[in-house]
Structure formats: structure tokens, C-alpha cells
């Protein structure tokens, strides 16, 4: 059934704060900014349904409205992996969607290349596209607006195209509502959000550290729904220690976080709600050493334990940005949050009020000793909501304002410039980095295990390129810590865990590395890359597929295998996968060539 939103129902909302109809002289055009705005937020609003639940993809919601302003379908994207929003809002207004206008909060992504989004506003006949903001991340932004455009299609981005007040506060909406998305894209540490709930005499404890509960049943179910939108919950040693949580989601909505622990001693008991791992999963990090038989105990229970030579906030954030999360909802006691605050990886925080008093010299507070000696070095909150849950106040805000993302895209010229074998026609650029990217199995972290040669001329089994090319600087080195190196990376868990533990020993015992690691690494990785791009023929055929096409890895800190941010990296894993797509293109390589076997 469509439905209508006429401009009389959207109220004013220039700085005069009035609840009457725009009257001003340019009424026409602030009317059609206040229609344009409505189905924004309306598109917002069906974005927010899948919030936690597309992770690590943004949030997309769909609106079709026909000439006459009657919304003809709706959508929004419910997971990653499944069918877009523009998709399912073209289905639902059927021939209503000739001539219409499509709102999207957000430019689509065409993830894998499928172009679904784009097609099915072209092929439904839609004639406008009204675009809430450009896609956050660099290799997919700007690329669907041309294509819209390109097909004939009239295209508005909200900031760019059209301007007004309410149209900045629609494009602000759409900002919040891929908040994580846009955080974690410029700050390379997933969106983090402080949670706790404290008496109004500001204590999240009583003096003896007990705590249950401080806020009502009513906000304690807003934060089931809060876990339910995040990647994972963080707690410190001694909240895990005092309050036996057990961080689940409980508001039946589905999706249930990681949850994790944060102890620099190890010193957690042997039974604990976080060890029952028959809903969710548990990550404990550590300081490197701490308690080896406790490790041990929780390998036992299926517990994964990472290790950090430093254990604070941001080195944690950032291990756990690379292994692709999101969102993460820190719901710690003060000394934990001050070092998190402190180290800059808190972006929101939502603080639940609650009208009780319990007073004690030594009750915890919510944030420990942050150093600040005067009222104005004071941290103040931005885009501040104050709502009332049951009978507490929930107080949130912003600690650090949503940046603007304009990446620096390297020009074309700036690529050749990387790579001098690309001729001047080779001017697409894919960039590839992260393993969930539409290209990401060119990364060396994608989970495709490659068969080797090792230097006693058998064959062994690599969970990964990233696990060969780690363990390589160690190898044929003479030396029992070298040796063992070559099998802790051999064994790593994960591709991350192989890298992590290559680079902390080639950093502390450079003396372990083996002496012509410069001049043979190259070699090393081309070896591990033709024998991945050989024995599976779908990383074959996706990489054929980019033939004319220059390759960069986008990796922001490697200036050697990546791009770098500004394009001032080497970009070396791109010019081996360029290279080995010559070769495949050539001459197709037979197995029995590589000293790699099929898995
Ligand atoms: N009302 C509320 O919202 C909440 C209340 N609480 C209450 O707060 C109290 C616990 O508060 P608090 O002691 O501050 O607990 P935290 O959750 O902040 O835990 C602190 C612990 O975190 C670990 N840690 C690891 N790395 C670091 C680092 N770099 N910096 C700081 N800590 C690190 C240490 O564990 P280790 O000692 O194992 O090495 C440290 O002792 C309890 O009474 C609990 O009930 C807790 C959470 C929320
Ligand atoms: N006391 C307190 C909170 N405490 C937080 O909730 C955790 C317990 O979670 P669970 O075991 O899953 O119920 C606890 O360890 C601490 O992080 N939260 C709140 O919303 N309100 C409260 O009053």
C-alpha cells in the first residue's frame, strides 16, 4: 500500500523552533528540501532495523517515492551478503518505480562487483536518485553515483547538490546511522561506545564493589539491545573478577557479540559465566607470558588467548580492527574506561542515570584518573541525547565528532608513478586490502591454505599465504628460539596471529631473521602467490578478471607490500599479482612448474 507524506505534515525546522509549516519566500524550494529530507530520515530509520547485524558493511535503507509523493517500497539491507536495499524497494513499488524517486541514506557499494543496487534503479525505471552521503570507504566511493549517472539517471547527493539547513540535518542523520562505519574508516580502531550505569551521586559501585544493579530493568534491556548491535562487549580483569558477567545479548534479537576480556595479570578464576562458550565466544588478551598454565586451562574450554607485548586500549583496538570488527561496546569499571578514554579509542558514551544515592568515599566511578587537573581541560560530549528509560536518564554523546570523510583517492598519474610496468591505458584502479573487500582475496590473509615445498623437499601445509611469508624470515636458521618461531607461526590460529608473531620477533631478535631475507622476501611471497593463484580456480579466474586493471594494495601503513595512504607506498603485493596475471595470461603455469601442490 503506498503511503503518503504530504509537506504540511513535516514541520519547521529553521533555528526559530517552531512547530508551524514552512512560510518563508522560498517556500517551493523549502518544501521540496523538507520532502527530500523526510524520505531521508526515512531511509535512516529503515537503515537503523539491521544496525549490528550488516557489520562490517554500512547500514542501508531505501525509499521510493512516486512523482505525485507517495511512497511506493521500502527497503533496507538486512545482513551482509544479502539482497540490497534498492533492490528490495524496487520489487515492493513495482511499475510504481517508473519515474520515481529513490532516497538512500548512503551511496550503495556494489559489493563483489554485482552492481544489484545500480541495476535494479536503472531497470525499475527510477528517473531521480536522491544520495544521503557518498560511500565512507575510498574504493567505492563516487563509484555508483557515475554509474547512475552514466545510465541517465539524474543523481543529488545531500552537501553537494542540494543545500539548506534541513537538508544538513538530514545529511547529519545519515552520518549517525553508519557512525561505526565512518569512526572506524578514519580512525582504523573499531567504533567504540563507553557504557555504564551509575547512581546520581555518579558510583557504578557500592564502597565493597558490588553493584547489581544500579539501573532498571527497563535500561538494563536497552543495553541486551545496545550488545545486540555491537561486534563485541569488552570488560576489564576485575569487573570479570567481581561481577561473574556473562555479556549476552538477552532481548532475543539475534545477533549475540564476541565478548572479551581484557587482563594483564591472567588472574581470573577458573569458573566463570565468560567460559560458557555454549552462546557466544570469548577472547581473553594478555599481556605476553602471563600465567602460560592458565592459557593452557582456557585453550582447554575453547577460549582463544591473544597475547600483546603492550596491553593497553589502543594496540587491543587495533589488533582487533584488523581482524574486521565493527563496533565494540566497552562496558568496564573506571580504570579500565579512563585508559581507553585516555588512549582516544572511545568515540560515544552512554551513561544510564539512575535516581538512587549510595554514597562511600571509595565507590568506584565510571572513569578513573585521567590527569586533568582544571574543570576546563574537562571532555565535553557533542550531539548530547538525553531520553528517558523507565525511571533512569540515559545521558549520550559524542566524544569525538563524525569526521567528514574525504579520502585522497591516488590519481591515476600518482599509480603509475607506483608501478612504471602499468601503461598509461591500464586505467582502472582496484584496491584491495581487507579480506571482507570485494577483492580481498589478493589479500595475503584470505583463508586459502597453499601446499609448499619446504627446504627438506617434502611438501607442507600453509594455513596462508600471510603463515609462509611470516615464517619464512626464520627459516634455515640455525637456532632453536628460530626454529620454534618457524612452528609457532606455522601454527598460528589465524593469519593475524602469524603476522603478529613474525613481526614482535623479527622486532625484539633481528639477529633470528635469516641474513638474506632482503633480497629473497620477494621471491618468498611470489612463490606463496602462484601457488595460491594456481591451485584454486575461482582466485584464478577473479584475478584474470582484473586484466588492464592496476592493482594496489591499500594498506595505509606499509609502504613496501601497500600503496601507503597517499599513494607514497611501493605497492609491491600489487606488482606481484600484476605480475603473475601476465604470467597466467601468457602462459599458464603447470602445476608440476610450482613447487606448490593442489589442497
Ligand atoms: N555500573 C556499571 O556500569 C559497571 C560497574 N562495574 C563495577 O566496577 C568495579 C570494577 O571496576 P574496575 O576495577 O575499574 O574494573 P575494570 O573493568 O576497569 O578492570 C580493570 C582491570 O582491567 C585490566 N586491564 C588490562 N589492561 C589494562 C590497562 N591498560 N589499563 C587498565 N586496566 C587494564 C586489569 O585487569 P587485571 O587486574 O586482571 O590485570 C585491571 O585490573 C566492580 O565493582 C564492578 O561491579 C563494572 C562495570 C560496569
Ligand atoms: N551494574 C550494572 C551494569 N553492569 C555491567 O553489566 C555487566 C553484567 O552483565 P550481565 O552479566 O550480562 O547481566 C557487568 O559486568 C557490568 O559490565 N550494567 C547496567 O546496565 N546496569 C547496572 O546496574
Redesign the pocket.
Known sequence: MALTVSPSSILCSCSCNCNATPSHNNANSLSSHALHASYIRRAVELAGKSAGFTSPHPNFGCVIATPSGKVAGEGFLYAQGTRPAEVLAVEAAGQLSRQATAYLNMEPGDCHGDHSAVSALVQGGVERVVIGLRHPLQHLRGNAIRALRSQGLQVEVLGEDLNSKLIEEARKSCLLANAPLICRAASRVPFSVL????TLDG????S?????W??SKTSRNRVFELRGTSDAII?????????N?RLTARHGGGHMPMRI????????PEEANLWDTSDVSTIV???RG?RRSFQKFLASKGIEVVEFDI???RE?MEYFHDRGYLSILW??????????IS?GVIHKVFA?VAPKIIGGKNA?S?V?ELGMVEMTQALDLIDVCYEQVGPDMLVSGFLQPIPDLTPVIPSVDETYEIDPTVTPYESRIIFFYKTWDPYGAFSNFSPHPIKMLDVDGDYSTWMSVEHYYQAHKFVGVDDPVARDCVENIKSAKSPEEAARIGRSMQRQHPYLVRSDWESVKIDVMYRALKCKFSIYPHLNSMLLSTAGSVLVEASPHDLFWGGGRDGEGLNYLGRLLMQLRSEFLGESPTLSESSCLGV
Not at 565493597?208 to 547489581?212: C, E, L, V
Not at 570488560?235 to 561481577?243: F, H, I, L, Y
Not at 576480556?261 to 581470573?268: H, I
Open positions: 557504557k555504564f550505569a551509575m558510583k557504578i559501585a557500592a565493597s564493589g558490588h553493584a547489581s544500579i539501573s570488560v576489564g580483569g576485575n569487573t570479570a573478577r567481581r561481577d558477567p576480556v581484557m587482563t594483564q595479570t591472567l588472574d581470573l588478551v594478555t599481556q602471563a596491553l593497553n586500549p587491543v562496558e568496564c569499571g573506571g580504570t579500565l574506561s579512563a585508559a581507553a588512549s544510564f568506584p565510571p578513573g
